[in-house]
């Protein structure tokens, strides 16, 4: 007898991937934090099932057609080694899923968050006290245009420039804009950072720039090695693309706009190399990973 007579509900196949995940010594940090929960998302997300709650779904027996499909994608997560959200196509942020593969970053910024949560509006930080007045954002390394969209959705009478280097993460980009139907209010543009957009100017910019350590990149766990390089790396300390933001971003924000940038563990280092207001955001599972400054804070 194999393991898919054995396994025959979704709670068996749960418990198996669980086992297989933690004999294996998976890495985890593209969505979810520990074997459970990147099993549940796996196998949720593979039967088509909602990803928020698997409780419902536990003691519902499987066909052997999906027996088999689930193990299958179970074996694939413990021998490549790669993130489920590249296995089953789909990542998610407090609920919108973006398409992905292994031409993008899968999706995870706590910019998302904060954008979902309204902690910058009135009823939190009162950062933004109108979200009808933003009339134009920009979203910087845009990646699987994912922030883009929320921002779009988040302020209504905005039009959003998502920038994106890679051409590839660019193609996956277009796929979301699509599946939301957001393309007359998102707008892709190629290029580094500020380099096309021809000066133009934003009530507010957001930018998940690459922000992690060349030494760091080396030595990622596979799960992350993954992913394409250039999403990650920013030099010897990591802020060599927020330096490069924060000294331009000035040129390209409306009087009374703002900056709203994640810069990973960076802060201790901004901080002593600027003299700048940084008001420090945190999130359900981040502190101090994210900045907003003001224009007119801003240097330039």
């Not at 959200?85 to 992905?100: N, T």
């Not at 209010?185 to 100017?201: K, M, N």
């Amino acid at each position: 007898m194999t393991a898919i007579d054995d396994l025959i509900t979704l709670r068996d196949l749960l418990r198996f991937a669980v086992s297989r995940f933690n004999v294996a010594g998976l890495s985890f940090g593209h969505g979810t934090t520990n074997a459970l929960d990147e099993a549940a998302f796996l196998l949720l997300e593979a039967l088509k099932l909602p990803v928020d709650d698997i409780n419902p779904w536990l003691d519902a027996r499987l066909t052997r057609l999906e027996r088999q499909s689930l193990l299958d994608l179970i074996e694939a997560r413990v021998t490549t080694r790669k993130p489920a959200a590249y296995l089953v196509g789909k990542a998610y942020i407090h609920g919108l899923g973006f398409r992905v593969d292994e031409r993008v970053i899968v999706p995870r910024s706590y910019i998302g968050e904060l954008l979902m949560r309204g902690v910058l509006e009135s009823e939190g930080l009162g950062l933004v006290p109108e979200p009808e007045a933003i009339g134009s954002v920009l979203d910087l390394c845009t990646g699987s245009a994912c922030l883009a969209i929320i921002a779009a959705g988040r302020f209504p009478q905005a039009q959003v420039d998502a920038v994106e280097l890679s051409p590839d993460a660019i193609e996956v980009a277009k796929l979301n804009i699509a599946d939301y139907e957001m393309g007359e209010r998102v707008h892709l543009h190629r290029g580094d950072l500020f380099a096309p957009l021809r000066g133009r100017r934003y009530d507010l910019i957001i930018a998940n720039p690459p922000y992690v350590r060349a030494e760091e990149v080396a030595a990622f766990p596979p799960e992350f090695g993954a992913e394409p390089q250039m999403a990650h790396i920013a030099g010897t300390d990591g802020l060599d693309l927020v330096r490069r933001i924060l000294a331009e971003a000035h040129g390209h924000l409306n009087p009374g706009g703002a900056l709203l940038c994640e810069v990973g563990t960076g802060r201790e280092a901004l901080e002593a190399d600027y003299d700048l207001p940084f008001t420090w955001l945190d999130t359900e599972d981040s502190e101090a990973e994210v900045f907003w400054i003001a224009a007119e804070d801003l240097p330039g």
